[in-house]
């Protein structure tokens, strides 16, 4: 009787669409809330929004992410500000893509893509640096470092327009 019902299961399922992909020739799109792999903004003029709190290697339950700050100059200048992140570092191997470290960062700086192919050959590979986690400024602006006018950047986060 068993062997009935089991043939009966088969029957009934051998004639519905299919739900496999063919991966990589397929690809399904991924979800809107996915955690994928982290980018680095830049603003619209080309800085960078990262300014070396570390408030997201503090969130990280993992202890994936390494930052070390530095001073900010006007000949010299990555994000507005007094200070940039001349150091960020994540650890892949580490990460649990819990998205803490977006949400703790006060300029939006890191945040999780949709981007979820990652491959490293060795551990060394896994540790993507600031360099490999940046985005490239919009074309026609200058990337980092900038020189700018004394005075021109004093805050850390940037007066936004009212979109009103």
């Known amino acids: 009787m068993n062997v009935l019902r089991g043939f009966a299961t088969t029957l009934k399922y051998l004639f519905e669409d299919k739900v496999t992909v063919q991966y990589p020739e397929e690809e399904r799109p991924v979800r809107e809330r996915f955690k994928g792999r982290h980018a680095l903004k830049r603003y619209d003029n080309g800085l960078e929004k990262c300014i070396g709190c570390a408030l997201c290697a503090a969130a990280c339950p993992a202890d994936a992410i390494w930052v070390e700050a530095a001073e900010n100059t006007d000949e010299e200048r990555y994000s507005p500000g007094e200070r940039y992140a001349k150091t960020y570092e994540i650890?892949?191997?580490?990460?649990?893509?819990?998205?803490?470290?977006?949400?703790?960062?006060?300029?939006?700086?890191?945040?999780?893509?949709?981007?979820?192919?990652?491959?490293?050959?060795?551990?060394?590979?896994?540790?993507?640096?600031?360099?490999?986690?940046?985005?490239?400024?919009?074309?026609?602006?200058?990337?980092?470092?900038?020189?700018?006018?004394?005075?021109?950047?004093?805050?850390?986060?940037?007066?936004?327009?009212?979109?009103?």
């Open 91 to 164: 650890n892949m191997m580490r990460c649990i893509f819990c998205g803490y470290c977006e949400d703790a960062c006060p300029t939006e700086a890191i945040v999780l893509e949709h981007e979820y192919r990652l491959t490293f050959a060795d551990r060394r590979d896994s540790i993507y640096t600031k360099e490999m986690l940046i985005d490239p400024p919009p074309p026609g602006v200058p990337g980092t470092p900038q020189q700018t006018e004394p005075g021109r950047y004093t805050r850390s986060i940037p007066e936004m327009k009212d979109p009103l």
